[in-house]
């Protein structure tokens, strides 16, 4: 039975056997117990986007990782940085430190800010990411074309990536539909990825996509 842990562009968690190309965390949201989640979505402000392999470091997935047997981190999985970032997260300067510091960097150039600080990304991120009771803006077809690759989109449940003038159908095995932007007219569309994760892929962010978006 899958652990209920894999994310969704929403931010919203659930339990499906697909385990994506990250992991990452909220902080500790898990009963080491019984492995499932606690009511809470999140313990801290800090949502990060971490390395599935680092170094020799192996965890029992909503275990017992911290020592004298107690709970450690909540293991979140997703489909690729694209997801993570429409779900609020951001590169972990711990195993991800050269994508963290790129990611940092370029909000200090997008916000015009001398000295840019992972807290100052964190505290603007918690007040923009659904998850945490942020409102995703409404979007019009016409404004799809000035939003950068891998910025994301909802219409209604469905959730798209977008990417060379495509709305690529997300699923939590992959991409699947190609969707011309004209063909989305007519519909409800929201913004998921944070305005502060957009103005950094406006500034040369490039995210990790997963495999199937190039196929």
Same mark, same amino acid.
């Given at each position: 039975?899958?652990?209920?842990?894999?994310?969704?562009?929403?931010?919203?968690?659930?339990?499906?056997?697909?385990?994506?190309?990250?992991?990452?965390?909220?902080? +500790?949201?898990?009963?080491?117990?019984?492995?499932?989640?606690?009511?809470?979505?999140? &313990?801290?402000? $800090?949502?990060? +986007?971490? %390395?599935?392999?680092?170094?020799?470091?192996?965890?029992?997935?909503?275990?017992?990782?911290?020592?004298?047997?107690?709970?450690?981190?909540?293991?979140?999985? !997703?489909?690729?940085?694209?997801?993570?970032? $429409? &779900?609020?997260?951001?590169?972990?300067? !711990?195993?991800?430190?050269?994508? %963290?510091?790129?990611?940092?960097?370029?909000?200090?150039?997008?916000?015009? +800010?001398?000295?840019?600080?992972?807290?100052?990304?964190?505290?603007?991120?918690?007040?923009?990411?659904? $998850?945490?009771?942020?409102?995703?803006? %409404?979007?019009?077809?016409?404004?799809?074309?000035?939003?950068?690759?891998?910025?994301?989109?909802?219409?209604?449940?469905?959730?798209?990536?977008?990417?060379?003038?495509?709305?690529?159908?997300?699923?939590?095995?992959?991409?699947?539909?190609?969707?011309?932007?004209?063909?989305?007219?007519?519909?409800?569309?929201?913004?998921?990825?944070?305005?502060?994760?957009?103005?950094?892929?406006?500034?040369?962010?490039?995210?990790?996509?997963?495999?199937? $978006?190039?196929?």
């Amino acid at each position: 039975m899958p652990l209920q842990n894999r994310v969704d562009p929403f931010g919203a968690i659930h339990a499906v056997a697909e385990r994506g190309l990250f992991t990452g965390n909220r902080g +500790i949201i898990h009963d080491p117990e019984t492995r499932t989640l606690l009511k809470k979505r999140w &313990a801290l402000p $800090a949502w990060i +986007i971490c %390395a599935c392999q680092f170094g020799n470091v192996r965890r029992e997935p909503m275990g017992r990782n911290r020592p004298g047997g107690k709970a450690g981190w909540t293991e979140l999985f !997703f489909l690729d940085e694209v997801t993570a970032l $429409a &779900a609020g997260h951001r590169p972990c300067f !711990f195993c991800r430190r050269e994508r %963290a510091t790129d990611f940092v960097g370029r909000f200090g150039e997008a916000f015009g +800010i001398d000295e840019p600080r992972a807290p100052m990304v964190d505290k603007r991120l918690h007040k923009e990411r659904l $998850a945490s009771g942020g409102r995703p803006p %409404a979007v019009s077809v016409p404004e799809l074309d000035g939003l950068p690759d891998g910025a994301m989109i909802a219409n209604g449940d469905t959730a798209y990536a977008l990417r060379a003038g495509k709305a690529l159908k997300w699923s939590f095995s992959g991409y699947a539909e190609r969707v011309a932007l004209d063909r989305l007219a007519g519909s409800s569309l929201r913004l998921l990825t944070p305005a502060t994760t957009i103005a950094v892929l406006r500034q040369g962010f490039a995210p990790v996509w997963h495999p199937s $978006a190039d196929t």
